[in-house]
């Protein structure tokens, strides 16, 4: 019988070579990530991603959960997730501990397909798509002497490049100002380009509600993160509000995080991330409890080509939302900020092509790990 062996954290950072921030005032000025590496017994070797503050992760992980798993049946996941979730919520944690879970529930899924010969996507439920639509996340804050027309030109090297759907920043502290640079890229890309704005819960309820109402004659798809997550009858109300969709989630965790935000209807989008928000063993069960509903989910993405192939097994075994005659299958989050790990941690790495991205076909993530990358940029 297979038997989890070994767990290792590789905590990796690399400079950015173009510093960049968002309305939090947070300056990117590297890019980083805790890799997760479980190896059984019989030497099948799996990857996984936890999203936040690197360290934090490698600490759960190292003290709290990866000796717990050795010698475990990497086949029983959501045995082993619910062993150490249990673990840690009489402590009244989730967080960070739920990120370094995902880690290690995506590099056991990870484990499980190899073992089958199998992609994660077929074992989950299996393939509604083989590829996706990805949306390019960028035109972040840069040059403040710039920030309509570097938006401008990013967005349309986006659409050059293929992208046929944008998401950018807003939150600049000056209403008309935000307005003024999504008006400028709608009119640089046209009306045939899906756009979508985040602001990265940095306005008030008056404020998301008043800025919302301009950006939907802008034909903006949907406005992510408006208010703080904390504030769910904020939520409710913007999102009553609002003809457009309201987006948000990311920064929950769990299906238990997520059960009064899909009640209560307070977003008409939950955006999980797989790499935070439980693995994906929760994230299926939010994304059902979300359907159950009547909200849609489209998971977040941020992080190394790990999280973004285990993202993509999840989109393919997601329905579309709602079923329909034409179908209208989940966007997947492509961010394109300068990131080493999401280009050169894979050998073949996952691209845009034509404004889609194939989801990979083979076994468990279907991605190859370069351990020159991680010994290049390892910290810890």
Not at 84 to 100: E, F, Q
Not at 177 to 202: F, P, Q, S, T, Y
Not at 267 to 288: F, L, W
Not at 300 to 316: C, D, K, M, Y
Request: hydrophobic share 40%.
């Amino acid at each position: 019988m297979s038997q989890i062996k070994k767990v290792t954290c590789h905590v990796v950072s690399a400079p950015v070579e173009k510093p960049f921030t968002s309305s939090r005032g947070w300056i990117y000025k590297t890019r980083g990530s805790c890799i997760v590496e479980i190896e059984t017994n019989d030497g099948i070797v799996g990857w996984g991603e936890c999203y936040g503050p690197s360290a934090v992760s490698k600490a759960f992980i190292d003290t709290q959960f990866g000796p717990r798993i050795i010698g475990r049946d990497p086949f029983d996941v959501e045995v082993i997730w619910e062993d150490l979730y249990n673990r840690i919520k009489d402590y009244g944690t989730t967080g960070m501990a739920i990120s370094a879970i995902s880690g290690i529930d995506i590099a056991l899924w990870d484990i499980i397909g190899k073992s089958c010969g199998k992609p994660i996507h077929k074992l989950i439920g299996g393939s509604y798509r083989d590829e996706v639509t990805p949306y390019a996340t960028g035109l972040y804050f840069i040059d403040m002497n710039r920030l309509i027309e570097e938006a401008v030109e990013e967005a349309i090297e986006f659409k050059q490049n293929g992208f046929t759907a944008i998401k950018m920043k807003i939150g600049l502290g000056d209403l008309k100002l935000d307005i003024r640079r999504v008006e400028a890229v709608r009119k640089a890309v046209g009306d045939e380009m899906r756009l979508m704005v985040d602001a990265n819960h940095c306005f008030t309820v008056p404020q998301a509600i008043q800025i919302g109402r301009e950006l939907e004659k802008l034909n903006v798809e949907w406005f992510e993160e408006p208010i703080s997550p904390e504030d769910l009858d904020g939520y409710v109300e913007v999102t009553r509000a609002l003809d457009m969709a309201v987006a948000g989630g990311e920064n929950e965790f769990t299906r238990w995080g997520f059960r009064d935000i899909v009640v209560r209807k307070a977003m008409d989008i939950v955006q999980p991330d797989v790499c935070a928000a439980g693995g994906i063993s929760e994230c299926r069960k939010i994304a059902t409890l979300a359907s159950a509903h009547g909200v849609e989910c489209i998971p977040h993405a941020w992080g190394s080509v790990i999280g973004v192939a285990a993202t993509l097994h999840f989109l393919a075994a997601l329905p579309d939302q709602p079923p329909s005659f034409k179908g209208n299958p989940p966007l997947f989050e492509f961010e394109q900020c300068e990131n080493p790990f999401r280009d050169l941690l894979s050998v073949e790495p996952i691209v845009q092509r034509n404004g889609k991205v194939s989801v990979p076909k083979g076994p468990g993530l279907g991605i190859e790990i370069n351990r020159h990358i991680l010994d290049q940029y390892r910290v810890a």
